[in-house]
T-cell receptor
Framework: DSGVTQTPKHLITATGQRVTLRCSPR?????VYWYQQSLDQGLQFLIH???????AKGNILERFSAQQFPDLHSELNLSSLELGDSALYFC?????????????FGPGTRLTVL | AQKVTQAQTEISVVEKEDVTLDCVYE???????LFWYKQPPSGELVFLIR??????QNEISGRYSWNFQKSTSSFNFTITASQVVDSAVYFC???????????????FGSGTQLTVLP
């Protein structure tokens, strides 16, 4: 158990809908990262928050957004969903901003868009 | 250009064989970090090792060992006396600054599916 929690574990929805994925980092970790894992794209970095502020963006679509709240939990919002958004979404946390420390991953949320 | 290359898509070995998973990386950052993660069939990503660019010492942890060679930009992972429970996808990853002053980004390779047969 990495100490990172993600809810829900599974999510099935229809095209055009909007969903919110939630992540609670390990106690004491200020950085939260979001990743998307799909068969065709592999594991891709989406976005990084540190202590409530966005610090880096990767291959995140404009239909996707995220935020980190004062209690450090984070939410990833996916809107106007398409079939291609079906994937496993991971949240990870680490203690630092610099990215040199290991990231601990949550169990993931499997999103299926029908 | 791919920043982290894991050329072996799938490897199959028989239990007790040794196996080496290759990882080649590319970066312009002078200070960077390399990682290996394991993803068993259950799906979670499990951290295995972290190495910074200034530490080229090889590391051994039980049946696992890692060989970091800056000269060839490689960070290979060897499992000695493999076991069925080692069957998983193994990812190599690179943490680097993508621009001056920016936070680091973790870039994963495409992974190597290791199957250990009984």
């Amino acid at each position: 158990d990495s100490g990172v929690t993600q809810t829900p574990k599974h999510l099935i929805t229809a095209t055009g809908q909007r969903v919110t994925l939630r992540c609670s980092p390990r106690s004491g970790d200020l950085s939260v990262y979001w990743y998307q894992q799909s068969l065709d794209q592999g594991l891709q970095f989406l976005i990084h928050y540190y202590n409530g502020e966005e610090r880096a963006k990767g291959n995140i679509l404009e239909r996707f957004s995220a935020q980190q709240f004062p209690d450090l939990h984070s939410e990833l919002n996916l809107s106007s969903l398409e079939l291609g958004d079906s994937a496993l979404y991971f949240c990870a946390s680490s203690v630092d901003l610099g990215g040199g420390n290991e990231q601990f991953f949550g169990p993931g949320t499997r999103l299926t868009v029908l | 250009a791919q920043k982290v290359t894991q050329a072996q898509t799938e490897i199959s070995v028989v239990e007790k064989e040794d196996v080496t998973l290759d990882c080649v990386y590319e970066t312009r950052d002078t200070t960077y970090y390399l990682f290996w993660y394991k993803q068993p069939p259950s799906g979670e990503l499990v951290f295995l090792i972290r190495r910074n660019s200034f530490d080229e010492q090889n590391e051994i942890s039980g049946r696992y060992s890692w060989n970091f060679q800056k000269s060839t930009s490689s960070f290979n992972f060897t499992i000695t006396a493999s076991q069925v429970v080692d069957s998983a996808v193994y990812f190599c990853a690179l943490s680097e600054r993508v621009s001056s002053g920016s936070a680091r980004q973790l870039t994963f390779g495409s992974g190597t599916q290791l199957t250990v047969l009984p």
